[in-house]
């Protein structure tokens, strides 16, 4: 370069531009190059390589000057070393060896010899004396304690499985009565010679809990007598964690609220009678919605519905709508009072109806009342109900039917899975009836039972079985309203024939037997995805004379989709009596 930069005058200035810009460049390429000197380079093995990597603050950074240095390198080394050792000590390894050391081109390893990792030598459990907790009891307890210890002599020591451990015994004791239950002494000693590790923990289980009374914030639009219909723990029971999430989710899970906490207070000073707190976020009362769908049974729809969860400021839930369907109409109305402290819930609603099914018209108007009895797994329900009804089939005369009948009806539903049940069942029975001398036209008894089980196969594949059985004991259908008797085929019944499209012949239209039975079977082969097939044998039917009953055979394959409504499916299937294929869709939801 100084040869270059020695010719003319003219030379001379073309010389210091170009090396004023070159120069720069050279320096900073130098720079660059002595900067890539000095990295440190990991020497681990594989079971701590990514924890070093991830967390040693040499491997982070730039560290050349300092390695430069002696007394730097010393420092650094230092540090270095005391940081690897705590992090390796985490994961059980208390004696390694780490060293730095000057590799090629000016680099340096950080080697690191983990040594042997160390292991449970023995496990002492103790409980704090003078607690709550004595005698028979107290030995019983411990006893449990000792059950719940999940690092065990002999298992690999770390620092996670030690917290863990810990956390372990506490979490029983603090969801059941001793809510401020703590770890009042642990100790991890290590034997470096050994390898080993003798770890010693000492549990106060603290005061006994009970609950107290409810104490809400968040309330606006309602009062503190709406929390407690929703069954808060009793004052003086003992405190249950699960009772209390159980009450949580009950107000999550109302109208009313949009959201809600519920907690305690867990200082010890509290604990004979804790305030039961809850903090909820009112939802908005009113709620008008509107929607539009289709069905293989009724085809297309329209629907508007209001809802008003703060009627007359009283807290009733009014639920009421207009549904339009190309062969059904609905207007509905129902009033839900708030649940009783005892469990069960009122409500009172009307309705009028129109169907055109099968050449048969229908027009009705209903009113009722009904008390529910929500249990975990299902619900109980007893209601009265007034109707009136117009029928006329094609060909026939019209005729009106009343009946003032009273219901029972049991929900029983056991699966892993609401919207994607893969095992379990689902039971649903009712049975009610009416008598002339209470304004009906006919006395009847009427009794119904459905059953879906579902059984899961291989990973993913299940098999659902269903069956259904229908009876009214009457002298004959004349006089007793189509809701009280039976018709079978559809999407959710047997498929391959047209929705209530059997059961009896009156004159050009297909109109309510006394006697039903159907039965199912489907297998399901559902993908990673969330799309499935399913292959199916339906058979069934409803009649009016147990004598003349003879299956129908529908059978077919269908298209499977797990949407966030629930599965969807889409069926093609054949109706073997009427030699022809029809496409089903519906909703696969376990209700």
């Not at 010693?200 to 309602?222: I, K, M, N, T």
């Not at 039971?427 to 006395?443: D, E, I, M, W």
């Amino acid at each position: 370069m100084s040869t270059w930069c020695a010719t003319g005058r003219l030379a001379a200035v073309v010389r210091r531009a170009v090396c004023a810009l070159l120069v720069p460049v050279w320096l900073a390429s130098a720079a660059a190059e002595a900067r890539a000197e000095g990295k440190i380079l990991l020497q681990a093995p594989e079971a701590v390589a990514p924890l070093l990597e991830k967390y040693l603050t040499v491997l982070k950074s730039d560290h050349s000057q300092q390695l430069a240095s002696f007394n730097d390198r010393i420092a650094l080394t230092r540090r270095t070393r005391k940081e690897a050792a705590n992090l390796l000590a985490t994961e059980g390894y208390f004696a390694p060896l780490i060293r730095l050391e000057k590799a090629d081109a000016g680099d340096w390893n950080l080697a690191v010899e983990t040594g042997p990792r160390a292991t449970v030598g023995s496990v002492d459990l103790s409980l704090r004396e003078g607690g709550a907790l004595d005698g028979a009891e107290a030995a019983n307890q411990l006893e449990a304690l000792r059950k719940r210890w999940t690092l065990g002599v002999g298992a690999p020591f770390t620092q996670s499985a030690w917290d863990a451990g810990k956390a372990s015994l506490l979490a029983d004791l603090t969801r059941h009565e001793f809510a401020a239950a703590r770890i009042s002494a642990s100790l991890a000693k290590v034997n470096l010679e050994a390898a080993t590790v003798d770890l010693q923990v000492e549990v106060d289980p603290g005061p006994r809990f009970r609950f107290g009374e409810v104490e809400a914030r968040g309330l606006d639009l309602y009062d503190t007598d709406l929390v407690r219909r929703y069954r808060p723990p009793e004052p003086g029971t003992p405190y249950d964690e699960d009772e209390l999430l159980a009450f949580q989710t009950r107000l999550q899970n109302t109208p009313y609220f949009a959201s809600a906490v519920v907690e305690i207070d867990r200082e010890p000073e509290a604990a004979a009678a804790t305030p039961v707190r809850v903090l909820v976020g009112e939802a908005k009362p009113k709620r008008l919605s509107l929607g539009a769908g289709f069905s293989s049974n009724n085809g297309y729809r329209a629907e508007i519905a209001y809802r008003n969860a703060n009627l007359f400021g009283r807290a009733w839930q009014l639920v009421s709508g207009l549904r339009i369907e190309q062969r059904e109409m609905l207007a509905y109305a129902d009033v839900f009072l708030p649940p009783n402290p005892a469990g069960y819930q009122d409500s009172f609603g009307a309705l009028h109806e129109r169907s055109d099914h099968e050449g048969l018209k229908v027009s009705r108007e209903a009113f009722g009342v009904t008390r529910t009895y929500p249990w975990e797994k299902g619900e109980i329900s007893v209601s009265i109900r007034y109707q009136r009804e117009r029928t006329t089939p094609d060909g026939s005369e019209s005729s009106t039917q009343k009946a003032l009948t009273g219901d029972l009806a049991l929900l029983w539903r056991e699966v892993d899975d609401v919207l994607e049940p893969r095992r379990g069942f689902v039971a649903y029975g009712r049975v009610g009836g009416a008598a002339k001398a209470a304004l009906s036209t006919q006395n009847f008894v009427r009794s119904y039972g459905r059953l879906q089980v579902y059984l899961p196969v291989a990973e993913r594949d299940v098999l659902t079985l269903r069956g259904e059985l229908g009876k009214t004991v009457a002298t004959s259908r004349d006089g007793i309203p189509q809701d009280f008797l039976f018709r079978a085929g559809g999407s959710q019944s047997v498929r391959g024939y047209g929705y209530r499209s059997l059961g009896v012949e009156d004159g050009g239209a297909v109109v309510g037997g006394r006697y039903l039975a159907t039965m199912s079977a489907e297998y399901t082969h559902w993908r990673p995805d969330g799309l499935g097939y399913a292959a199916f044998i339906d058979a069934g039917n409803a009649v009016d004379e147990a004598d003349d009953y003879r299956p129908l055979l529908g059978y077919g394959v269908g298209g499977r989709w797990k949407s966030p409504a629930g599965p969807l499916a889409l069926d093609l299937a054949y109706g073997q009596d009427e030699r022809r294929f029809r496409l089903h869709f519906a909703i696969l939801v376990a209700f």
